[in-house]
């Protein structure tokens, strides 16, 4: 008998590892050691956060851990079961409607992330014949949703109200339905999508119209309501998708729109039916964060302060906050645009040596050369912390060349 030597089935993957390293893109995970917090510690070092979705700060909202506490106390730690079998609990329902009456919609089903909301909405509504006409930016889970679905995928270019009117023309007289998509707030440039063009243009072609709110939810609009409330689009966008993961604090996503469109999602879409339901903590979470959204307007408030002022301090350092070779931001993130993969990531390593943690993007996450540091502004950062963050910045750029 003779022992054969196993030749690793997987060694592709260790070559294509290589690869980014030799390209100098390759990372390692950074771990937190505390709290989701301004000023927090990530592999044995404090840094000034400026990397998280954390845009209220209610990772740590003492509201929100009680009630996840209390929650866990009564109904204890999981769901037992996907939705549709025997994982509904009244906790679920309460957050759903909590939901769509702060949105003033019909109705609502949360999914057990943003990531899964798009997905499996997209896959459940459209079919092969059909057609998605998609803003070259949308997220990644958009993508994949409109792949799964197995429709034509029609991009058009990033906000271009012109190129996604040719393509919904391309295809008036095809049989299909049509769906028209795009990112309420982009997650790699800040800027905000033109909701009421769109709307226009879905309502001349027969279009349905969809937008993922993931950045703008508790962010833009009345109380953190979403680009649909900031652009006064109520009733115009046939499917609202927001994110419980970032400002809300907590984890999960969620579908806004009519009784039947949600029904149907019920039965259809493939993360709920086949995916276990959320712990009853992250519900009871949610619904308080929903509370603190309409009680504590002034973290929304303090958020844009900090935005402006950070913004405009990065603007006078002479960094490129996009606006020159990429949309200019409007929302509380702000890139700071390298382009060069290499450079972005070392540029990251440094400042992180400084105690500042931004994270560096590169390809495939944002087109090539146009790699950046993404700064998200929160409610919670304080002035000094903000000061002391532009300091590094400043020194670590001129250091390296990126700043004159
Ligand atoms: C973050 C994000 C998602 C995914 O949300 P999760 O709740 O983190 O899964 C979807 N769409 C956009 C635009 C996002 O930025």
């Not at 329902?93 to 499996?120: H, T």
């Not at 072609?205 to 689009?233: E, P, Q």
């Amino acid at each position: 008998m003779s022992v054969t030597t196993r030749i690793n089935p997987l060694s592709y993957l260790t070559e294509q590892l290589d690869d980014l390293k030799a390209k100098g893109t390759y990372f390692r995970l950074r771990v937190l050691e505390d709290e989701q917090a301004p000023v927090c510690t990530f592999d044995g070092r404090k840094v000034i956060n400026l990397a998280s979705n954390n845009y209220l700060g209610l990772t740590t909202h003492p509201r929100l851990r009680e009630a996840a506490l209390e929650a866990t106390r009564k109904y204890g730690v999981g769901s037992g079961a996907v939705r549709t079998i025997a994982g509904t609990m009244k906790i679920h329902m309460e957050l759903e409607e909590k939901i769509a009456r702060f949105k003033n919609v019909e109705a609502c089903v949360v999914f057990q992330s943003g990531f899964a909301a798009n997905a499996g909405t997209v896959s459940a509504v459209l079919g092969k014949d059909d057609f998605i006409i998609s803003d070259q930016l949308n997220h990644a889970s958009i993508i994949d949703g409109a792949r799964l679905s197995k429709a034509k995928i029609l991009v058009f270019r990033h906000k271009d109200i012109g190129h996604a009117e040719e393509q919904l023309a391309s295809v008036k007289h095809q049989p299909g339905r049509k769906l028209l998509i795009s990112d309420g707030v982009f997650s790699m440039d800040g800027d905000i999508g033109p909701l009421p063009q769109l709307c226009d243009l879905a309502e001349r072609y027969g279009a349905i119209m969809m937008v993922d709110d993931a950045h703008a939810s508790g962010v833009l609009g009345r109380n953190g309501r979403g680009t649909i409330d900031h652009f006064n689009v109520h009733g115009r966008v046939d499917i609202q998708v927001g994110t419980l993961s970032k400002a809300v604090g907590a984890l999960g996503g969620y579908v806004c729109g009519s009784r039947d469109l949600i029904d149907f999602l019920y039965h259809r879409a493939r993360p709920f039916l086949f995916s276990t339901s959320h712990p009853p903590s992250v519900a009871a979470t949610c619904i308080a964060a929903f509370e603190v959204l309409e009680n504590e307007p002034e973290r929304i408030e303090k958020l844009w302060e900090n935005t402006r002022f950070w913004k405009k301090e990065l603007g006078l350092l002479g960094f490129d906050i996009g606006g020159r070779t990429t949309p200019a931001s409007e929302t509380p993130i702000t890139p700071i645009i390298i382009g060069d993969s290499k450079l972005t990531m070392d540029f990251s390593r440094e400042l992180f040596q400084e105690c500042v943690l931004g994270t560096g993007i590169t390809f495939p996450t944002v087109p090539e050369g146009k790699a950046r540091i993404r700064t998200i502004m929160t409610a919670t950062h304080k002035k000094a912390e903000l000061d002391q963050a532009l300091e590094v910045l400043k020194k670590v750029g001129k250091r390296m060349g990126i700043l004159a």
